[in-house]
């Protein structure tokens, strides 16, 4: 294999486009999800998301980084606003919709995609009808990244709507029959083939 | 599709290894990561990750997230005792001896498993040798999650060690090409097809 080292500032010398694109792939394929939200004055909001983390099951948490909000960024403001957000898995019959949301709108990104709205009585953030896998948060941390301004809003599982048949008998999610798909970086999108599944590991 | 909404009450009824494997898997799929670091004395350890993530690319930044530190984490007392990690992709062919790095040895392992060190010069953090992305990073910023105690380490990247064939025109790396794979959970491995590239999204 032919492989070269690319230095700190080589990577600080490229275009700015192109560092973002390359850096952005780097940590390896992340799940892509639409986040879904309402603002205090009844308005929705969804946007595509690849930072969507766990982060704890005990009690049972998820994060997400935001870039700076020091321009206005709807998904941050109305999680502020009305405490709560969806995440949504996003599948391949939705790729492009779900991308699309990442487009500057100032309508609903669900009237100028096509994605539709669904809402839980548990819950007042909007769902997305067309994911197979959707998870209801309440707002409980934000985290301020020093280094670069970015934000770590963190919520707890309110509830979590999904077939019960795509949950195996280890209790594990199958992403395979979820139809969820991975990012890389900003742009690139990849389906998932099943590998295997290894048991608890001992020495 | 049969739809069930599991709720919070009936989350945290689960059995724990239930509700861990549950909640695990539901963001949807994560990179699969080995993490290189070394003690101040010089031992070597390696340990796989699914909680690598981009923080930003001007600075260069990636993290990750760890569980509390109220045990001994040689990970983290390695990054914190020397300052420098690496980020190595998993691909297929090592999926085995990846996973293996999460049981507890009390020798290095690299030792351990067969994964094999590889040393830069720009670095003092050993790479996994059977991996085809490797990034060496220098510690910046830890966050305490205060909700759960986790910890979130930032390191800010130094040098990238990848075949440039594996990143294409537009400067994006080829997941599918490197072999890299991803995790549902703790557990359960994937392999990536590319299914499109989109470009900038705009109304």
Known sequence: MEKTIITKNEIMALDKHDRTRLINSLPGVRAANLIGTISGSGKTNVAVFNSVMHIGADPALMGLIMRPVSVPRDTYHNIKETGYF????????????????????????????GLTEEYSLLHPAPYVVQSKVKIGLKFVEEQLIRCNQTVLMIGEIVEIMVDPNMINEHGILQLDQTGSIGVGGLETYYTLTKLVELPYAKP
Chains 1, 2 share one sequence.
């Not at 969806?86 to 995609?113: M, W």
């Open 86 to 113: 969806t995440v949504n898995h996003v599948n391949e019959k939705i790729v492009q919709e779900a991308h699309q949301t990442s487009a500057r709108y100032t309508q609903s990104e669900f009237e100028a995609t």
